[in-house]
Structure formats: structure tokens, C-alpha cells
């Protein structure tokens, strides 16, 4: 399946960083993608598709999309702080950032609305809210992701995450993790019980002790 994946468009696009200053990335879309979804690889200067076997592997981070939290600045989450740290590390280093459409851990941004709802009336967890609705705990899949970096011509990273789940699925699709580095914990009073599940059920690598945003 994967020889079917070919880049659709590239262009360079001004991204704004952490810093207030503008640096330019490149987006690209492909062709072929397992799920069919609009997803969209970000690389930043410094992370070339054409890396000798004896580099360094690029920097890399997936981050499934999030409107509440990536464009409104929601607080029930820490996606979009996670989405800013990675764009301000590649800004100044070089890395690519894979944008997946896949938003509620995989369930919709109506669905996530939904789960939203549930949490409060009920006093649910995240997770025991899309049980609610009849969801896994986590629908995301991540043989897009890998393709994506295949038809980069990238087929080992660093990688930016406190998920191992993103690691297993990886590298069961043939991507060579050669680093797993942590994100920032960026917990506040509205979120710290998100980041506890998504610690205590989710396995995420989180240290919440002492953590404060």
C-alpha cells in the first residue's frame, strides 16, 4: 500500500513561533493515504528528506489535531501548548510535524463536543466519557503517519512524545525510533485531572509532580 503514497503539494508557508518571530516551513500533502484523510506533514528548515544513514535521525512529533485546544486555546487539555513547544524546538533546530485529522483521540470534533457534555453532567473522566458514548478509549491509528515519513524518505526519527503508544505503532510499521524525548508537562488547575487519566489510564509518560504551567 504504501508505494501508492506520493506527495501531493508542497509549499512554503510563514509559521509564526513561540518567540513572536515568523520562520518558514514547508507544508505538504500527499497522495494514497491509508485512512484518506487531509493530513499534512510541517518541515522546518534544517530536517532534510535525503539524510545519510550516519546523521542524526530529525526531530519529530505527532500531534493529532485538537480545534478546541490548538486554535482556541482551550484549558481542558494541553494539546495546544504541546503543538507551540514543537513548533518553537523546529523552528530553531529543524523537524517535521505530522498534523493528523484526527481529532478526539479519533472520535470528531462533534463526538469530542459530546464527550465534553457528558464529563460535565456526569463527572466523568475523559476516557469513561467516550465509553459513554460507545467509543474505545482511543481510536487513533498511526499507519498514516508512517507512510507520510516513508514518502518524506524518512525512516528513522527522533521522536517528541509522552506517548508510547505512538512508539509502538511506529515502529511495528517500520519506523526506527532512535530517540524518545519528552514534551513539557504543562499542567494548570483547569487540567490536571486530564493529565492524571491520560497518565494513570492512557500510559502516557507523565510526570506530574512538582509540574506546574
Not at 528548515?45 to 485546544?69: F, K, N, Q, W
Request: net charge negative; glycine share 8%; with cysteine.
Amino acid at each position: 500500500m504504501d508505494e501508492k503514497v506520493s506527495i501531493r503539494t508542497r509549499v512554503e508557508v510563514p509559521v509564526r513561533a513561540g518567540d513572536g518571530l515568523w520562520r518558514t516551513a514547508e507544508m505538504i500533502s500527499f497522495n494514497g493515504l491509508a485512512d484518506n484523510h487531509e493530513h499534512i506533514a510541517v518541515l522546518f528548515p534544517g530536517t532534510s528528506d535525503e539524510l545519510p544513514d550516519t546523521s542524526p535521525a530529525p526531530l519529530a512529533r505527532i500531534h493529532s489535531e485538537c480545534l478546541t485546544g490548538d486554535v482556541f486555546g482551550s484549558a481542558r487539555c494541553d494539546c495546544g501548548p504541546q503543538l507551540g513547544e514543537a513548533v518553537e524546538r523546529f523552528s530553531t533546530s529543524g523537524g517535521v510535524l505530522l498534523y493528523l485529522r484526527q481529532e478526539g483521540r479519533g472520535i470528531g470534533l462533534y463526538n469530542k463536543l459530546d464527550a465534553y457534555q457528558v464529563q460535565d453532567e456526569a463527572g466523568l473522566d475523559t476516557f469513561a466519557a467516550n465509553r459513554a458514548l460507545s467509543f474505545s478509549d482511543d481510536l487513533r491509528n498511526y499507519h498514516s503517519a508512517a507512510q507520510m515519513l516513508r514518502a518524506l524518505g524518512i525512516h528513522r526519527i527522533r521522536l517528541l512524545t509522552n506517548n508510547p503508544d505512538k512508539v509502538r505503532q511506529l515502529e511495528a510499521r517500520g519506523i526506527e525510533i532512535e530517540e524518545t524525548i519528552a514534551t513539557r508537562v504543562f499542567r494548570t488547575e483547569r487540567n490536571a485531572q486530564y493529565l492524571r487519566v491520560k497518565a494513570e489510564l492512557g500510559g502516557h509518560t507523565i510526570e506530574l509532580v512538582g509540574e506546574t504551567a
